[in-house]
């Protein structure tokens, strides 16, 4: 079955520190992944997006990783900021551009 | 802004109402989508056109019906929903079903 696994759930953590939000996929065939920030009452908007010879991609001070041998993507944050509250999501494209497999988000707070 | 517009941002209705909701881009993207989103789960793919053709009806039920009059335009219209089709309903568009999709704000829609 393809599917999406985000871990945790829910992160709080204290601004300035660095947080990694985890992605574990069953998706086949493969065709690239992606990481969305999804503000509240916003819809998603683009972070990283990486194709199966990608291990590593930055933006900013968005950091995502993927090891497609174990089918496991990671976003690292780096001396996160108030405005890094959000949901993070990770998507896996199948093939077909449009045929997204969406993770349910992590829920990331961070307090001052 | 993403220059993809939603309207209305809230919508309340009863069951037996016929309301549409309206998404425009001011990208020139020829491919636009429709999106569900429900609490703590995956997005959900509804509809997808490309140059003005529906390519894609993920199981929707025909309470839900799209419309798309040109390339910069989609309507959902909705009539006898349920309260389980309260969600958040994201419109998305996209150069020729690319990569990356750009998202509305979305609308919220409460069905009492």
């Known amino acids: 079955k393809n599917q999406v696994e985000q871990s945790p759930q829910s992160l709080i953590i204290l601004e300035g520190k660095n947080c990694t939000l985890q992605?574990?996929?069953?998706?086949?065939?493969?065709?690239?992944l992606r990481w969305y920030k999804q503000d509240t009452g916003r819809g998603p908007v683009s972070l990283t997006i990486m194709t199966f010879s990608e291990n590593t991609k930055s933006n900013g001070r968005y950091t995502a990783t993927l090891d497609a041998d174990t089918k496991q993507s990671s976003l690292h944050i780096t001396a996160s900021q108030l405005s890094d509250s959000a949901s993070y999501i990770c998507?896996?494209?199948?093939?077909?551009?449009?045929?997204?497999?969406w993770g349910a988000g992590t829920k990331l707070i961070i307090k001052p | 802004e993403t220059g993809v517009t939603q309207t209305p941002r809230h919508l309340v209705m009863g069951m037996t109402n016929k309301k549409s909701l309206k998404c425009e881009q001011h990208l020139g993207h020829n491919a636009m989508y429709w999106y569900k989103q429900s609490a703590k789960k995956p997005l959900e793919l509804m509809f997808v056109y490309s140059l003005e053709e529906r390519v894609e009806n993920n199981s929707v039920p025909s309470r839900f019906s799209p419309e798309c009059p040109n390339s910069s335009h989609l309507f959902l219209h909705l009539h006898t929903l349920q309260p389980e089709d309260s969600a958040l309903y994201l419109c998305a568009s996209s150069q020729e079903l690319a990569v990356i999709q750009f998202f509305g704000p979305g609308t919220r829609l409460t069905v009492l």
């Open positions: 998507v896996v494209s199948r093939g077909s551009n449009y045929q997204l497999i």
């Open positions: 992605c574990n996929y069953t998706v086949s065939p493969f065709s690239n």
